[in-house]
């Protein structure tokens, strides 16, 4: 006799719509499982590198309209030089990528060092950017001890708008050359209604050494 | 003959209580997991006048990044913080050397206090203690606190280990608070497990989830 397949509807569960199919919150039954809103797009991992750039279309890169927002997390991310900005930029390129995309942003940041001073939280004029096209700093003054790195993520607003200007968010901790703990928050936007096709993340002097950085999408539906 | 649908203990794996079926890593049988997605639940704790909630497994380096989110966390005792600590191995001391900052938003229900306050009081220079996460809240019977807290990394062994968390708070004096607290861990043993406690008195209730980052 030949096997028959199981169908679609041949399980003891109602089928919902791009849902999957899972146990229920007993284990005692199936239901429906929704998938989650956030999808790891890409991991680059850095090894004594100049840059590590997002590219569109490139090595299974997705930057586009198919998430409405985008966020990149990176994890000790540890500088070849000591005391040095983490930082990044945006292309609107389509090849050949150039990052130098007009920004207007603000920087503030909650600082301590390890020996109980330099306790603050103020803004920090060297950190923000008035329409300029250079680098945006996320975490500054980097240390690179063997333990020192630097944490954080970045929060990226619908970079494939033809009409309004793009957003970013950031938060991050930083283990400062000074021996210190620094959290710095950086906002602002890309000031262009063309399309962010790439993002790269560099330090202000010499190598990214080692750590990852994480692209995720967000779904809207 | 009636028709028989499949059953959930009909299928050649072993059922997990809300987890999707999928196929394994060599698409020759099946297995349980989370699907489509990079924010996995690993647990959820529910405080019931607890003393402590502790995490003490699920933290390694299958995730580099691990958040906890606070859901409606109020104390049995009035104007408490609430704090957190982390330890290694299967060590129970929570004692772990801590560098941190500390600011807050504040505005009362009576229009005062607006402004923002980097607080002194709160933050840790190479600290042993626990790390306050939410400061004064109240325990009227509508005082509660929510919030999130990321840690990165946890098991390395070559990095300090960085978090950071914001937390909303209604104050014991009612009124608002909005924190923000980051530092690290100043130490390069993993961190195994983490134990959140109010200072004074117990969590009267509240949620604490666990996810991993993939």
Redesign the interface.
Known sequence: MALTK?NYN???VTPVASK???????????TS?S??????IKTLTASSDSSLSFVNGSSDVVLDSTYPIYLF?W??I?PGNDSVHFSFNGSDDTSSHSYNITKTSTHFE????????G???QYNTAGDLAQSTGVQSLGRGVGND????????LWLFSPSSTTYVKHFMH???V?HDGN????NRISGYFNTTAAITAIQFTFSAGNIDAG?I?L?GIKDS | MALS????NSLNVT????????WNSSANGFE?G???????LLETQTADDSATLDFTSNIDSTY??YVFKFINIHPATDNTNFSFQADTGTNTSYGQTI?????NNSHTEAGGGGG???E?GQ?Q??GTAFQRIIVDVGNDNDQNSCGYL?I??PS?S???K???AETIIMNYNDGQYNS?I???F?T?TALTRFRFKMESGNIGAGVVKMYG??
Not at chain 1, 35 to 40: A, E, I
Not at chain 1, 146 to 153: I, P, R
Not at chain 2, 15 to 22: E, F, G, H, M, R
Request: net charge negative; glycine share 8%.
């Open positions: 199981f041949s399980f003891d999957a199919m899972g146990f229920n919150s007993d284990a005692d039954g199936l499982i998938p989650t809103s956030m999808v790891l997390k994890i000790n540890h909650a600082l301590l060092y390890e020996g109980d001073t306790a603050a939280v063997n333990d020192q790195a630097t944490s954080g993520e938060r991050d901790n283990a210190g703990s620094f959290s990852k994480k995720y | 649908k499949v059953d959930y059922a997990a209580a809300s987890k999707a079926l999928k349980t989370d699907v489509g997605g990079s924010l996995v580099d990044e560098t941190s900052t500390f600011f923002i306050a980097n002194t933050d220079a190479q990321h990165f990394s390395s070559v990095f300090v960085h978090f950071y923000f980051a530092g690290y100043n390069t980052v993939s």
